[in-house]
């Protein structure tokens, strides 16, 4: 009987990597680890009892200790690791517990100290040593601790109490069988059953691989072929027959009898098992297995020339009663006019018993669904609808579902699915799959809708959405033309106090003609500061008049000018003679601003600012880099969007500011035929190049 242990080592293995290949992480790499630990300490035992001729029995009765010590070490720290493998023991208990494990592993491979293993006439004997009882209390305290961060787990995480359940019951059975086959039948003289008990250490194992999968065996999709189906049958076949052998040579008489009974009864099943599982194991097995492909398959065969929307409600409610076993099931369903207007909703229960209830377009149930466009559970809503719908028979709403159906026009409606039969909340995967059937069924009601709604629909949105655009950049031509006014206030008071000194130090015609040159200079330096500031204000006159001329070198070298005194270095690097573009000035302030004071914000404390100008094949390109921390690969092509800024509030997201500024700069670039593109690399910096054609197209 004890060459069971080998199937028994070999489906430890599989499962751990199984474990390990579907969750990667620390809690699968140590429960990986412990079935390793449990698979040797289980060969080491068939070693030293089938076949302790031919091997160095204390050597492999040594290593069968150190595997105890790592797997019960295993048990603990998957326990504290689960169900957040962010847990772990502080750093004393860490290096205490390692200590000790690793003095009981020196004793156990190097001295006697704790046991050691002789063969006796063919008969291997332990001899304990004085270490023996210190070594069995730290195991025994290691299966307490285990049982204690499991029961601590069960009453943290609510969430994780059944598969926490399932992993105390693991080790419950490993402990009842410990208990029964190696002590209790042990102490009246039965060694003979010994084995049994050994065999008990899969039981935790199971149920670990259970829990840690987070029931992803039970979602498992692959398909059993029949070549499959007739491996297992085998394989359970030859397993069962050859426990039986073993088993029957405790009590000599009956053992034809038992063993001819279990031929027999596989005699019967073995067809039908195989059957079942080429065809319906896991609807028969699986708890809460439904394949959402085959549901989507039959919808589609359902809906695809359903014109009635009521009709399309009818269907789905049917499908999702039998995949999910509903105790009840409402729909709420768009009634429409002749003129293809929204004038109501109606309440319908699942199997049509009642006459329809008619609801108004602004009840308050309608109102709230509106504003949720995924599956949510009847809790997350109002009291009164929670009430409403308790009348109905949806008394738990934690265990309701709300699902929500939108055409591109309105909510065309809503299904509110009630308990399930079996009392399971819905799971996260079962969202996910509604998610899919709306995304599924929105297309249908699409196809519904005029394609002349739809066209105007689309222009609509496109003309908001334009307009919505032309107001930012214009708040953002104000915000700048607003800055560079205070700006030039401050600039224009330098030669004002110039010329006012100067005024002041004349006291003859000598002195005057002395100063005569620098209040000169400075009138034409206040000129050229309003000149400029007149130039970036012209928000008065229309694109086309404003469109005109631009020396970019002197836009660029403007716009460092307002930028705030920072601890950043400058590398600027303009190329002479470069030729004008056609553009608004404006706009150009704007759009170079914008781009600059992004590279300042980039470098939150020092960095180094390099601007580059320069003309290559008909364009004029402007790069401006900084040393920041880069922009990440996936927000790459998002920071072009509306309403995303890559700036990190104290909260730590991502949403600080208004989220406009690169959206606003690529309008005014695509507006002035230009490109802008970004490259960036995280930890380096990021550059961004711009090119504008030097003649703008007629």
Sequence with gaps: MNYIFVPNAIVLVLLGLYTWRQNPGRLSQCYLVTNIAVAIWALCFLALHEFQTVVPVNPISQIQLVTALVFANGFYYTSVLYPNP?????????????LIMLTFSVLVLFTDYVSRAVLEDGVVVFI??????????????????????????????????????????????????????????????????LVVGHLGSVFPSLFFAY?????????????????????????????TLVLAFEISLISRPWSVLFICAVGVFWAFVAGKLELLLVTTARRRFVRNWYDAEGILNRLAGKLELEKNRRDIFRKLVEELDE????????????????????????????????????????????????????????????TGV???FAALGHADAEKCLVVPFFSPEILEGILVLGERSNQDAFSRNDKQFLVRLVSYVSAILYRLTPFEKLEKLYFENQRRLHEAEIQLVRGEKTRAIAHATRQAHHEIRTPLNIIRLSARRIKDMESAAKYKEIIEAQIERAMEIVEETLAITDAGTGDEE?????????????????????????????????????????????????????????????????????????????????????????????????????????????????????????????????????????????????????????
């Design 211 to 239: 829990a840690i999968t987070k029931h992803d065996l039970l979602d498992i999709k692959l398909v059993v072929q029949r070549n499959t189906a007739k491996i297992i049958v085998a394989a359970l076949v030859v397993t």
């Design 386 to 388: 929670q009430q409403r």
């Design 323 to 382: 995949t999910f076993e509903l105790e009840r099931v409402h729909s709420i369903v768009a009634v429409r006019g002749d003129d293809d207007r929204l004038q109501r909703y109606e309440l319908l229960d699942g199997e049509a018993r009642q006459k329809p209830r008619e609801l108004p377009v602004d009840d308050e149930f309608i109102e709230e669904c509106k504003s949720r466009s995924e599956p949510t559970e009847l809790a997350a809503f109002s």
């Design 546 to 698: 404003r469109f005109q001329a631009v020396d970019i070198n002197h836009v660029v070298a403007r716009c460092l000018r307002l930028l705030p005194e920072s601890m950043h270095e400058r590398q600027l690097e303009f190329q002479e003679g470069l030729p004008a573009v056609q553009g608004i000035p404006s706009e150009m302030q704007v759009l170079f601003s914008n781009l600059l004071k992004n590279a300042l914000e980039a470098m939150p404390e020092r960095g180094l600012l390099s601007v580059r100008t320069f003309e290559v094949r008909g364009e004029v390109v402007v790069t401006i880099s900084d040393t920041g921390n880069g922009v990440a690969p996936e927000l790459r092509e998002k920071i072009w969007e509306p309403y995303f800024s890559g700036k990190v509030t104290a909260a730590g997201n991502l949403t600080a500011g208004r989220g406009w500024g690169l959206t606003i700069c690529n309008r005014i670039v695509t507006e002035h035929k230009g490109t802008i593109q970004l490259t960036s690399e995280v930890g380096k910096g990021t550059t961004f190049t711009v090119r504008l054609p030097v003649d703008l197209p007629a």
């Design 128 to 193: 304990d040593g004085a270490g023996y009882l210190f070594f069995s209390l730290y195991l025994v305290l290691l299966g307490s601790l285990t049982i204690v961060n499991l029961v601590l787990s069960y009453r943290r995480y609510p969430e994780y109490r059944i598969r926490v359940a399932y992993m105390l019951t693991g080790l419950g059975l490993f402990i009842l069988m410990a208990i029964i086959f190696d002590l209790v039948l042990v102490l009246i003289g039965n060694y003979e059953l």
């Design 86 to 98: 962010a847990n772990l023991p502080g750093r004393t208990v860490n290096v205490i517990n390692a």
